[in-house]
């Protein structure tokens, strides 16, 4: 064909070489999914800079996360103890019959106790407990010995491990005493159970044996644990039942994820479907269309792997969200080619290729500034945007033609759509004007006036409230520590990393005892550091066992011979050993064991009193040498206020820089392209302010996206007064309001906010847009 008819030679020889290209993305991508080269990050850190990362703080995150990931606890609890253990047998049996791969423990035999104390009875000559330590030290040999004689003698007291001539102060069931009561777990009756007041639970343990966080595990679980339910409450119907675990909240989420998109996504499916064939009388226009986004996707997601090595959930979520720019290219190609021959698509597309490239660029501007900020994660959403917007964009220039086959007439919908740029008011010194500045003027000035910022990630949480109270519930009676907060503990060597544990917990005593804190969970708790033991040996021997000592003073009040006794040889309970062993199970965990050139360990925190005592968390981890406190939520929340910022800067030198991309098109007319989606983004923050919403990160990300929608539009009526352009410019915004503004009906905090500010945004685009456009 011939160049004003028809496509050049130059444009075939590019769409061919475009599509063999797209058939290597596409072979690239079946194999990233389906041959399992897909590396997909999930760690919101990962995002953070280099230097600003710790690597023992997210290995501590990451293995503590692991440890929970799987597992579920069901404690079943009644007034009556034997209900309570009916209950659980029942609620056992009911998992154990379900077939699914589920670890189950709430069963201890007298075995497994006793496995548990002789592990640490042969090292009891060198294990003592704080208050022991004192009292040895500080309390007179005399009275030590009057209180070991009298100790033979009553009723109550410590359990006591051994012979009496072995350890007349009991000070190693002192030790077993005060480790005990860092849980309220007890054995009895061969199960595990705890007691509250006079309510008397069972505790079942349930762990999922496969990947953590696999959502089809997590589903299958939720049937089970229902069946379960059913059963204790059929054996004992006084009983009740309370089940916690990171599954049931992740199983609750994707359960409502999946509800949302059957809901919302089918809307929008719908109503995307329902405007394409009224205004192109047909389904192949969105057909193309979607091909033409989905191909930016697939080039997005191959060069992001290539760059990157692994692909952030979060920038593959933002990701996609950019369909509702992309398609702005595929609705423009098909308005204008609304009432043509097919044959003049060529000469049509010549026409267009200018502005539809101007569009793109001034687009690209806001997403490619991402690149230059000190944020992994905000590099790779860069790359990711800017390709997929290009890669869409260069398939709708090179591949559309090709596939574009037959007429278009115009038919009423689309007749009438592009004709409603007519009934718009005019924009000047009129009452109109006047009027629509006073309202915008006063919105603005009252919701900046309410205007504030939350970036709290429990701002975010969704979970339903009887899950988030069972789960506190739990952590009540089980006294367990919370992983949100915790003190991660490093040193050349294991030992150096006990003795530092060690001069933590004496730092943290006074916040105990204070009531700030309630207690700490660490693995110097179990395993004293080697010169502890020695010390704590050499302690015993020089005030019980030597000449004089307690045990001779105590024989003689009870006018016996001094029994022979000494102490064994000193054999340090050492850390491998002690992982070795089955009693390390409940702490595994906190041993992040070899890091780089040393070692590191978790201490963490039980009953933390509030927010309040922080900052003397802070402050006793950096008067500790290789101490460092972590705050989870702090963390994350604060790594969010870091983006919200940094994108607020890009979104205001975006604004700078597609002022000057308009200005080399447009000259002075190019405010009228910007002007309008200013005054949007503005209006929309204010609005949001005034329906109670805090700016956060989610708001910033929809407002860039606003940015580049609204621009296009701006630039599409701007180039052409046709009513071509204000018809693509309709389809595409209602497109997206579909796509993206549905999503204000969700019941996820963050997806609702998104939603809400593009449903404002780009509704205020629309509208505002061809206030600025003078007509011809």
């Known amino acids: 064909m011939t160049e004003s008819g028809g496509p050049s030679r130059a444009h075939r020889w590019?769409?061919?070489?475009?599509?063999?290209?797209?058939?290597?993305?596409?072979?690239?991508?079946?194999?990233?999914?389906?041959?399992?080269?897909?590396?997909?990050?999930?760690?919101?850190?990962?995002?953070?800079?280099?230097?600003?990362?710790?690597?023992?703080?997210?290995?501590?995150?990451?293995?503590?996360?692991?440890?929970?990931?799987?597992?579920?606890?069901?404690?079943?609890?009644?007034?009556?103890?034997?209900?309570?253990?009916?209950?659980?047998?029942?609620?056992?049996?009911?998992?154990?019959?379900?077939?699914?791969?589920?670890?189950?423990?709430?069963?201890?035999?007298?075995?497994?106790?006793?496995?548990?104390?002789?592990?640490?009875?042969?090292?009891?000559?060198?294990?003592?407990?704080d208050d022991a330590r004192r009292r040895l030290e500080d309390t007179p040999v005399p009275m030590l010995a009057e209180q070991a004689a009298a100790a033979l003698f009553q009723p109550v007291g410590m359990p006591r491990q051994g012979r009496w001539q072995d350890d007349p102060l009991n000070l190693y069931g002192q030790w077993l005493g005060e480790r005990a009561s860092q849980s309220k777990v007890r054995v009895r009756d061969d199960r595990l159970s705890l007691s509250d007041g006079d309510d008397h639970y069972a505790l079942v343990m349930l762990e999922q044996q496969g990947p953590a966080f696999s959502v089809s595990a997590q589903q299958a679980m939720l049937?089970?644990?229902?069946?379960?339910?059913?059963?204790?409450?059929?054996?004992?119907?006084?009983?009740?039942?309370?089940?916690?675990?990171?599954?049931?909240?992740?199983?609750?989420?994707?359960?409502?994820?999946?509800?949302?998109?059957?809901?919302?996504?089918?809307?929008?499916?719908?109503?995307?479907?329902?405007?394409?064939?009224?205004?192109?009388?047909?389904?192949?226009?969105?057909?193309?269309?979607?091909?033409s986004i989905a191909a930016g996707l697939a080039c997005a997601i191959s060069l992001t792997m290539l760059l990157f090595g692994k692909l952030h959930l979060i920038t593959l979520v933002f990701g996609a969200s950019l369909i509702g720019v992309a398609e702005n290219y595929g609705n423009n190609y098909y308005a204008y080619r609304l009432g043509r021959p097919a044959h003049d698509r060529w000469a049509m597309l010549r026409g267009q290729r200018s502005t539809m490239w101007l569009a793109f660029a001034t687009t690209s501007i806001g997403y490619g500034l991402l690149a230059l900020a000190p944020f992994p994660g905000l590099r790779q959403m860069a790359v990711f945007s800017v390709t997929g917007l290009f890669a869409a964009f260069v398939t709708v220039l090179c591949c559309l033609p090709f596939a574009d086959r037959g007429e278009m007439p115009f038919n009423r919908f689309s007749r009438t759509v592009g004709n409603w740029r007519h009934a718009w008011p005019r924009w000047g010194r009129n009452r109109f004007t006047a009027l629509s500045a006073l309202v915008a003027a006063a919105l603005c000035l009252a919701g900046l006036a309410r205007l504030h910022a939350n970036d709290d990630?429990?701002?975010?949480?969704?979970?339903?409230?009887?899950?988030?109270?069972?789960?506190?519930?739990?952590?009540?009676?089980?006294?367990?520590?919370?992983?949100?907060?915790?003190?991660?503990?490093?040193?050349?060597?294991?030992?150096?990393?006990l003795q530092r544990?060690?001069?933590?917990?004496?730092?943290?005593?006074?916040?105990?005892?204070?009531?700030?804190?309630?207690?700490?969970?660490?693995?110097?708790?179990?395993?004293?550091?080697?010169?502890?033991?020695?010390?704590?040996?050499?302690?015993?021997?020089?005030?019980?066992?030597?000449?004089?000592?307690?045990?001779?003073?105590?024989?003689?009040?009870?006018?016996?011979?001094?029994?022979?006794?000494?102490?064994?040889?000193?054999?340090?309970?050492?850390?491998?050993?002690?992982?070795?062993?089955?009693?390390?199970?409940?702490?595994?965990?906190?041993?992040?064991?070899?890091?780089?050139?040393?070692?590191?360990?978790?201490?963490?925190?039980?009953?933390?009193?509030?927010?309040?005592?922080?900052?003397?968390?802070a402050a006793a981890a950096s008067a500790s040498a290789g101490v460092r406190f972590i705050d989870k939520v702090g963390e994350i929340s604060g790594l969010m206020r870091h983006y919200r910022q940094l994108m607020t800067w890009v979104i205001a030198a975006s604004y700078l820089l597609v002022l000057a991309m308009l200005w080399r098109r447009f000259g002075r007319r190019a405010w009228r392209a910007l002007l309008p989606t200013l005054l949007a983004s503005v209006l929309t923050v204010a609005l949001l302010a005034l329906l109670g919403q805090p700016l956060q990160l989610f708001t910033i990300l929809a407002l860039l996206l606003i940015l580049g929608m609204g621009v296009d539009y701006g630039v599409f009526l701007l180039a052409d007064a046709d009513s071509r352009a204000f018809l693509s410019v309709t389809l595409a915004a209602a497109g997206t309001l579909l796509a993206f503004g549905l999503l204000a009906l969700s019941s996820t905090p963050a997806l609702a906010a998104f939603g809400l500010t593009m449903l404002l945004g780009i509704s205020l685009c629309w509208l505002l847009n061809p206030l600025f456009i003078p007509r011809i």
Request: charged letters at 15%; a positive charge.
């Open 223 to 291: 049937p089970a644990l229902a069946k379960a339910r059913r059963a204790a409450l059929a054996a004992a119907p006084k009983a009740r039942v309370i089940e916690a675990g990171v599954p049931l909240f992740a199983a609750a989420a994707s359960t409502q994820a999946e509800r949302e998109v059957h809901t919302i996504g089918a809307g929008s499916l719908l109503g995307i479907l329902l405007l394409t064939v009224l205004a192109f009388s047909g389904v192949r226009p969105r057909i193309l269309v979607t091909l």
């Open 501 to 617: 544990e060690e001069a933590l917990k004496a730092r943290l005593a006074p916040l105990i005892a204070a009531g700030k804190l309630a207690g700490v969970q660490a693995i110097s708790d179990w395993v004293p550091s080697a010169s502890r033991q020695s010390a704590d040996r050499a302690l015993l021997q020089r005030v019980v066992f030597a000449s004089g000592g307690v045990l001779e003073r105590a024989a003689g009040l009870l006018g016996q011979a001094t029994p022979e006794a000494s102490l064994p040889p000193l054999r340090p309970l050492t850390i491998d050993a002690w992982l070795a062993a089955p009693v390390s199970e409940p702490l595994r965990p906190q041993w992040l064991g070899r890091f780089g050139t040393g070692y590191a360990s978790v201490v963490m925190l039980r009953g933390l009193a509030g927010p309040a005592a922080l900052p003397a968390l």
């Open 457 to 497: 990630v429990r701002a975010l949480q969704n979970a339903p409230r009887q899950l988030l109270e069972d789960q506190r519930r739990v952590g009540e009676l089980m006294q367990m520590a919370g992983p949100g907060q915790f003190f991660v503990v490093s040193g050349a060597s294991p030992e150096q990393v």
């Open 14 to 129: 590019l769409a061919a070489a475009w599509l063999a290209l797209l058939l290597v993305v596409a072979g690239h991508n079946g194999w990233l999914w389906l041959g399992g080269g897909a590396r997909l990050e999930t760690d919101i850190l990962a995002m953070l800079p280099q230097n600003r990362q710790d690597a023992a703080a997210q290995d501590a995150t990451r293995q503590l996360a692991d440890a929970g990931a799987r597992r579920v606890v069901a404690l079943l609890g009644a007034s009556d103890w034997s209900d309570a253990r009916c209950a659980a047998d029942a609620y056992a049996a009911a998992i154990r019959a379900s077939g699914l791969p589920l670890a189950l423990r709430y069963r201890i035999g007298a075995r497994e106790s006793g496995d548990w104390l002789g592990f640490y009875a042969g090292y009891r000559a060198q294990l003592l407990g």
